[in-house]
């Protein structure tokens, strides 16, 4: 394994198996460097230390989005290079690249002349307004404000599994998401106990047929097989010359006038086991939750879900000793799922425990393993996203309640995941990730905003999540012609000015071609801009006034993940009334 290490304004990578030297570097110096010293607008700070304080392991590099990163490869010949998946460009006898709308753990792989691949040690890909340690935005605190709130939403909330998007399945190519068995075992705690409680108070019994040899003192029953087993097994014969068993002796008597009597006896025996399938089953099932309750607690999950940890460990504690009681001590291991059983189909706390193990073996839980999996990258662009569905859901629905619904939907290359929230008894929807083609839904091009809010079948308003956006960008919207902004920005070669204003024109884009009322983009701010088809501009609404007072036009609202809010609660507001 290589290790990174800082070489003047350079950070490089050295490989003593390999003999390879990564060297990263770029125009801005404070671009690149050690996560452990990084220097940034002349403060220097280690954030790799502060990340681990706040419970976040990052890598050992730090790079700032939007910024040319330049890779030299000595020691080796080189022919591709890619920074995850992206393909870096060759000039001269150096590599470019740019992260361009990516934040969060990467991947430099480099193919050798040889033909084998080089894989570097992970890198970590920040915003530059994440390293203000003034800031709500800091890097470290933004990570776990995000993850923790995420992790209470995920699971508290009510999701709801029916079809049509249940595909359970016995088995499953990657094990689940760990963020989506806990959200399984904290909403069904106390139902996995119930369950077990029932099932030892009346386990599944099946009658089974045991044949044997057995002493004359031990024989309980003999039917017409004992008579002739006897005659077919003589090697169970013994001579005798007693009177107790004499007429037993007189009928086995041979030719030559020795009597004989059986020394073993043939014997069916009916008994009840418990070693069934179905509680093979029981103990499987029993197994996997011990096995999860501890993984869960060993990755820190049950710091970030603190309100349902002792419920968890009580579960634990709870199904432990259940694994261990005498009574399953003749039960085997299960070898095959018994799909078709009907006592798992049918009988108390059979049921059940089978309805919570095909949940935890669900063919696809979407939106649980997308947000495992930028937790574990650390995409906090996406992890952004995702806090604001869940942040917009709770502030339209007030203090009332709403339930997630997974769905599917049909695109060209076949089914779509998506995810609904439910809110105020079913009359209003928001929807993640709804796609809009060209006839249904938009008159021109196919659009997907980030989140589309639904009034029955009307489509009411629609958001984007927009995480690079900042306050500098909204002073500056009613100030400057925006086209001659972007014209500015393209001659300046300056991609992250010219995209965050065409943001500020794909606003225009959805309302336009998905006939709604509202448009707005959500950022990590604090300053609001409203401008309404009216000409009027708000410069103080919120995302309940939009909705309730049927605001028409296009604006950005800041939302920010902060400590305070990691509590939640909306604004108290409710979205009760009715829209004419």
Not at 109 to 126: L, M, Y
Request: with cysteine.
């Amino acid at each position: 394994m290589g290790r990174w290490q800082k070489s003047g304004d350079e950070v490089c990578w050295t490989d003593e198996t390999t003999s390879i030297k990564v060297k990263l570097s770029s125009d801005d110096k404070d671009s690149v460097g050690l996560a452990k010293c990084f220097q940034y607008r002349n403060q220097k700070r280690n954030l790799k230390k502060e990340c681990e304080n706040e419970g976040v392991i990052i890598a050992d590099v730090i790079f700032l989005e939007w910024k040319e990163i330049w890779v030299q490869v000595e020691g080796g010949e080189a022919t591709e290079l890619y920074f995850g998946s992206e393909p870096a460009r060759k000039h001269r006898n150096e590599w470019r690249f740019t992260f361009r709308n990516y934040l969060g753990k990467s991947q430099i792989r480099i193919c050798a002349g040889d033909g084998h691949e080089i894989t570097i040690d992970p890198i970590e890909v920040v915003s530059p307004k994440t390293l203000d340690e003034q800031s709500p935005l800091f890097y470290p605190k933004l990570l776990r404000t995000l993850i923790d709130d995420l992790v209470r939403y995920l699971v508290t909330l009510p999701f709801d599994w029916s079809a049509p998007t249940e595909f359970p399945t016995e088995e499953r190519i990657q094990p689940p998401s760990s963020i989506f068995v806990l959200h399984i075992l904290a909403q069904h705690a106390d139902k996995i106990r119930f369950a077990l409680q029932t099932v030892l108070r009346n386990p599944h019994r099946r009658l089974v047929t045991e044949e044997r040899w057995v002493r004359l003192d031990e024989v309980s029953s003999i039917d017409a097989d004992t008579v002739l087993m006897m005659l077919q097994h003589p090697e169970h014969l013994c001579p005798y010359r007693g009177t107790a068993l004499a007429t037993i002796a007189n009928r086995l008597t041979s030719r030559g006038g020795r009597k004989f009597v059986p020394e073993r006896i043939f014997e069916r025996r009916v008994t009840e086991t418990l070693d069934t399938p179905e509680n093979r089953f029981i103990k499987r099932f029993m197994d996997i939750v011990l096995f999860w309750c501890d993984e869960l607690e060993r990755q820190g999950y049950w710091q970030k879900a603190a309100n349902h940890a002792p419920q968890l460990n009580d579960l634990r504690n709870f199904v432990r000793l259940t694994r261990a009681d005498p009574l399953l001590g003749d039960v085997g291991e299960m070898e095959i799922f018994p799909a078709s059983s009907q006592v798992l189909l049918k009988q108390d706390g059979y049921r059940e425990c089978l309805l919570i193990y095909r949940l935890l073996h669900l063919a696809r839980a979407p939106i649980f393993d997308r947000i495992q999996n930028a937790i574990d990258n650390r995409r906090i662009d996406q992890l952004y996203e995702f806090w604001c569905f869940f942040k917009l859901a709770e502030e339209l629905a007030g203090n009332k309640e709403f339930t997630l619904v997974p769905t599917l939907q049909p695109d060209d290359e076949g089914l779509r995941w998506g995810l609904e929230a439910h809110l105020t008894d079913g009359d209003f929807r928001l929807v993640y990730n709804e796609r809009f083609e060209h006839g249904k839904g938009s008159y021109s091009i196919p659009l997907c905003p980030d989140f589309s809010l639904f009034y029955g079948d009307e489509l009411y308003a629609v958001f984007d999540a927009k995480f690079r956006f900042d306050e500098s960008d909204i002073e500056q919207l009613d100030k400057k012609v925006i086209e001659q902004e972007m014209d500015e920005a393209a001659q300046e070669s300056n991609i992250e000015r010219f995209a965050k204003h065409a943001d500020i024109c794909k606003m225009h884009t959805y309302r336009d071609a998905l006939k709604c009322r509202a448009a707005v983009v959500l950022y990590p701010g604090t300053k609001n801009l409203f401008f309404c088809t009216n000409g009027g501009c708000l410069n103080e609404v919120t995302i309940i006034e939009v909705v309730r007072r049927g605001l028409r036009g296009i604006g950005t609202i800041p939302l920010m993940p902060t400590e305070e809010n990691l509590v939640g609660g909306g604004e108290n507001a409710e979205l009760s009334w009715r829209i004419g």
